[in-house]
């Protein structure tokens, strides 16, 4: 495990270990599998079972948070820092002596059978994972990363046991802001490049165009639109995070304008773009009732096509890159936020400090480039819809029209 220290001015003391190789790991009639060990490990470890594991943390008033991703899962204590000395021996020993107990496993299997099915229960959910299955085909990121409800129910105990062997040998990141550890001084690492030259688009993500749709008896309708893009670490990434900030961020941004101050169709428009390992999505969605279904997509995509052709204008560059730089101070402003960023960065062989330097890159993007750059990743999208049948259909008509 490679271990950092960096130092952040609090009495709250914190640890983070970033596991790489999350859900997209999951054999493909194994998916869930990953989040199950995610939730096991932190059951008990050691000579503690879990109500001891628990009760341990609760009488220093600590906590653990973890979350299986798709490239990834994240472990995290925090204590107040008079108390971490006997706290943070935990960390390893989750990693290194959990218990995995059988009925542990069984509780944390009917867990994540519950939550792939009250997911279910969410149209856009729904619609959203239909999408990573036309963009993404066949690669790990096309599945739901809860898992699979079949595959969650094949999942046995030795199974489990198994992909905890995998586990073990997995790369690992540890950073914490406690400087009683003998860790390496994140700031004293060699610097590393911002980005990789890894511009091609990953073999097995080709892009497939295509419509997708579900039929629900819900009166919203769920509208996906977009496309893969590049890894977090291309040094296309960041002229797309200032797209999204032009499209999404407050009521500047295209989408509320266009939306919701101009056409009054909804407030629930936004785009996501994460950060990934390989190919990130790019997508733009919105919920809107029945009846402004097929104005909200005529323009949307009249917007699609205006991204594709027209650059945007220096006024409305420089206001987003201005909300692009304060969003970076406006994300990373806890001690945990800060802790996991870096990490997360450190897992992808990027700058940990890149956020605070990416300001000065971001000036130099050019309205030139972010067209440039629309046209290489987003000239062919896909959709998602979710809805009823009869305003499906008749969104499939307009989008066929178009494409």
């Not at 194994?30 to 939730?39: F, V």
């Not at 218990?99 to 009250?118: P, R």
């Not at 898992?147 to 030795?158: D, F």
């Amino acid at each position: 495990m490679k271990s950092y220290y960096l130092k952040l001015n609090n009495n709250i003391s914190l640890a983070n270990i970033w596991i790489d190789g999350g859900t997209s790991l999951d054999k493909k009639d194994k998916k869930g599998i990953n989040q199950i060990l995610c939730k096991l490990l932190t059951r008990g470890c050691s000579k503690y079972d879990n109500y001891e594991f628990s009760d341990f943390l609760d009488s220093y008033g600590a906590e653990l948070n973890f979350e299986a991703f798709e490239d990834g899962i994240s472990i995290c204590l925090k204590s107040l820092s008079e108390y971490f000395d006997k706290l943070f021996p935990l960390l390893n020993l989750l990693i290194e002596e959990p218990n995995l107990y059988e009925k542990e496993f069984i509780y944390c299997q009917k867990e994540s059978l519950n939550n792939v099915i009250k997911s279910k229960e969410n149209p856009f959910n729904i619609a959203f994972n239909n999408f990573k299955k036309i963009i993404y085909i066949e690669h790990p990121y096309s599945f739901n990363c809860l898992g699979e409800e079949e595959s969650i129910k094949r999942i046995k105990h030795y199974d489990i046991l198994n992909e905890y062997k995998s586990l073990k040998k997995r790369k690992k990141y540890l950073l914490t802001n406690n400087a009683k550890y003998n860790f390496l001084n994140l700031k004293k690492i060699k610097p590393l490049n911002y980005f990789k030259d890894v511009n091609k688009l990953h073999s097995k993500l080709l892009i497939k165009n295509n419509y997708v749709e579900h039929y629900s008896n819900s009166k919203q309708i769920i509208i996906i639109i977009g496309s893969q893009t590049c890894p977090h670490n291309s040094k296309d990434s960041l002229a797309l995070k200032v797209l999204e900030s032009y499209l999404s961020y407050g009521m500047s941004s295209l989408l509320f304008k266009v939306f919701r101050e101009n056409n009054g169709l909804t407030y629930d428009a936004g785009v996501f773009y994460p950060s990934r390992k390989f190919n990130a999505p790019f997508l733009i969605y919105l919920s809107v009732s029945e009846r402004n279904a097929s104005l909200t997509l005529n323009l949307l995509l009249s917007i699609w096509n205006d991204l594709l052709s027209k650059k945007i204008s220096e006024d409305e560059l420089s206001l987003a890159k201005l909300k692009l730089n304060r969003s970076f101070l406006h994300h990373f402003r806890t001690c945990e936020d800060i802790i996991f960023r870096k990490v997360r960065l450190l897992s992808l062989d990027m700058d940990p400090f890149y956020d605070e330097k990416a300001k000065y890159l971001i000036e130099a993007i050019t309205s030139k480039e972010v067209l440039k750059l629309t046209r290489k990743y987003l000239n062919n999208p896909c959709i998602s819809v979710s809805g009823s049948k009869h305003v499906c259909e008749y969104l499939r008509k307009i989008w066929e029209r178009k494409y």
